[in-house]
């Protein structure tokens, strides 16, 4: 084969397996002990002229989100070969926020996101492949699949398992979520529900395998890509199941629906830098506000854009944010759960409200090889008879009231605070401080926490967790007793999407860093001030200055292993809280 015949598709695998025999001899009898393992391994002579592509899924047997990936890395991969692209597939690890939630754990879930882009680009490089089919799924591995992607810049795409299914409460028809289970151990330890519910909402939350169902982490990274433009329209938020827990067909369908888009990519020689620029980034915050997502929505993009070389601040989703209303009518704080956005036709008539409003860019290209404006070209705006997506023009809530980057005395360099369309123009009141989660959580359970106080946590971020674990439990727990409006919850961690009330993470500087929150105290005066975007402490600079200089950081949490390596190498969280 010469190198004019040489499919263009082919533009590094040769170096795996030599280039043909008609067009460098050489070079082809070098690789006969690599081609002599391929055989082995199931290759044919047709193989050796094809493009190969690496295919990764995140799992896990007894995680929901990420179990069925084993099935669907098959489908995939089946899909590849009928395209005549051999895939080299294999697995990542995952973690399970929800499982984790509250333990020693869930200090593992953010670790995880970088891991799982080393693993993906380890293999990819490894193995040469000309692009990259990745699966997403828990939160965490959604930016995880896309960053290698990015980071290389290679031919790639990636697609979303699907969401779960609403619990629903036997009694009360209530739509449940993951989130549900959560509040009701503060709605316990307060008395207000027996044992009984406690039991009934815990075996009825989560009734099959996908990504939990709110408007959570999963589903804000899902609908994020797919705004940005690196995954297929209408693939963000479909059902991951059937009734009976099998894979749902709209599922299967789009395993072989990305196969072919990922051939075209690789015949237009598409690659993700073409696709993840700025513009690209601005749409994924615009939906982001738009649907009420996760504040970790806020992370992930930070660290996406790192990897695709682009100058995205995290000051940029304030003034993005200040043009967005809020339309989604989603849980944790709204009705609705993503698979009822689906039913009502899913991203895509998001996307076109937005895009008819002028909040969105639509001369982006995506992995159609199309543009957003001709992805949208033909989809309606939601229907009137609906209420799970508001109109833009009635929204919910008007711009500026879901996710706000506040800095002040108490987070000189950032944080995010997330309002989910509740007005709270300005708080004021006195700090209860605990230095990790455990106490916090028990700090609301006890009765310990007033109203009227802020609850600050610290000690839990990237560094000092190590692995900056989220908060789910004791805000969950704080919203379960009533407080949900009464008392903020302010960290140097994070918050699962399934948090809502007053929540305030991200604080940076972190505690182990040395920032003014390793020095509050309880009873000190915190104030939140949304209208100039402050978080203060209201401490006489000399004081907290003098308080500072006496602070020593606390002896490592981990001594070795991977989260000592973290702890030691990640950036902070204004930063996307990278290892790269």
């Not at 070969?81 to 990542?92: G, N, R």
């Not at 031919?155 to 009694?171: D, V």
């Not at 709605?187 to 395998?209: F, M, N, Q, R, W």
């Not at 007005?423 to 455990?438: F, I, M, Q, T, Y």
Request: with cysteine; aromatic share 4%; net charge negative.
């Amino acid at each position: 084969m010469s190198v004019e015949c040489r499919p263009k598709t082919k533009s590094r695998s040769w170096e795996l397996m030599g280039k043909a025999k008609g067009e460098d001899m050489a070079d082809w009898a070098s690789r006969c002990g690599n081609r002599s393992q391929l055989w082995a391994a199931g290759y044919t002579e047709a193989d050796f002229d094809k493009p190969t592509a690496t295919v990764v899924a995140p799992y896990m047997s007894k995680h929901m989100c990420n179990q069925k990936c084993v099935d669907l890395i098959k489908l995939a991969s089946e899909a590849l070969e009928e395209a005549d692209i051999v895939p080299f597939a294999s697995h990542t690890p995952v973690v399970s926020d929800g499982q984790t939630m509250g333990t020693d754990g869930m200090r593992m879930s953010l670790v995880s996101r970088d891991l799982i882009a080393d693993c993906v680009e380890l293999m990819h490089n490894a193995f040469r492949t000309d692009a990259i089919f990745t699966f997403g799924g828990c939160d965490k591995t959604n930016p995880g699949a896309l960053m290698p992607i990015a980071r290389t810049n290679s031919i790639g795409i990636t697609l979303y398992p699907g969401t779960a299914r609403s619990g629903i409460h036997p009694k009360t028809g209530v739509k449940l979520t993951p989130g549900s289970a959560y509040e009701a151990v503060g709605a316990y330890s307060a008395g207000l529900i027996d044992v009984e519910e406690l039991i009934t909402t815990e075996k009825h939350s989560c009734p099959g395998s996908g990504s939990c169902s709110g408007m959570f982490t999963a589903n804000t990274m899902s609908t994020c890509i797919e705004a940005l433009g690196m995954a297929l329209p209408n693939t963000s938020t479909c059902y991951a199941v059937t009734a009976d827990n099998e894979v749902y067909p709209e599922v299967a369908a789009n395993c072989k629906k990305t196969a072919l888009a990922l051939k075209n990519l690789m015949e237009k020689q598409i690659r993700a830098r073409d696709i993840m620029t700025k513009d690209a980034f601005r749409n994924a915050i615009v939906v982001m506000m738009a649907l009420a997502g996760s504040t970790n929505g806020v992370l992930h993009l930070l660290a996406l854009a790192r990897e695709a070389e682009v100058d995205l601040q995290i000051e940029e989703f304030n003034e993005i944010a200040s043009k967005v209303p809020l339309i989604g009518n989603l849980k944790p704080c709204g009705d609705y759960n993503v698979v009822d956005l689906h039913e009502v036709g899913g991203l895509p008539v998001v996307m076109k409200a937005l895009l008819e409003a002028g909040l969105l860019v639509g001369d982006c290209l995506t992995v159609t090889g199309k543009t957003v404006a001709e992805n949208l070209k033909d989809v309606p705006i939601p229907a009137k008879d609906q209420d799970v997506i508001f109109a833009v023009d009635s929204p919910i809530a008007p711009p500026g009231n879901h996710i706000s980057i506040l800095t002040g005395s108490l987070a000189p360099e950032g944080s995010v605070i997330k309002l989910s369309g509740k007005s709270l123009p300005h708080w004021k009141g006195r700090a209860r401080v605990c230095d990790n989660e455990k106490d916090a959580l028990l700090c609301v359970t006890n009765g310990t926490l007033q109203a009227g106080e802020a609850l600050v946590i610290r000690y839990e971020g990237p560094s000092g967790g190590p692995g900056m674990p989220e908060m789910l439990s004791p805000g969950a727990a704080l919203v379960g007793r009533g407080l949900a409006v009464e008392c903020p919850l302010i960290t140097d961690g994070r918050f699962s999407g399934a948090s809502h009330g007053i929540m305030i993470g991200h604080v940076v500087p972190e505690a182990a860093k040395g920032g003014p929150i390793a020095v509050v105290k309880t009873g000190d005066e915190i104030e939140i001030d949304l209208v100039h975007k402050k978080l203060n402490l209201n401490v006489p600079a000399d004081e907290v200055a003098a308080r500072l200089k006496q602070w020593t950081p606390p002896p490592p949490r981990v001594g070795r292993g991977i989260l000592s390596r973290y702890a030691k190498t990640v950036s902070s969280a204004s930063l996307g809280a990278c290892t790269e």
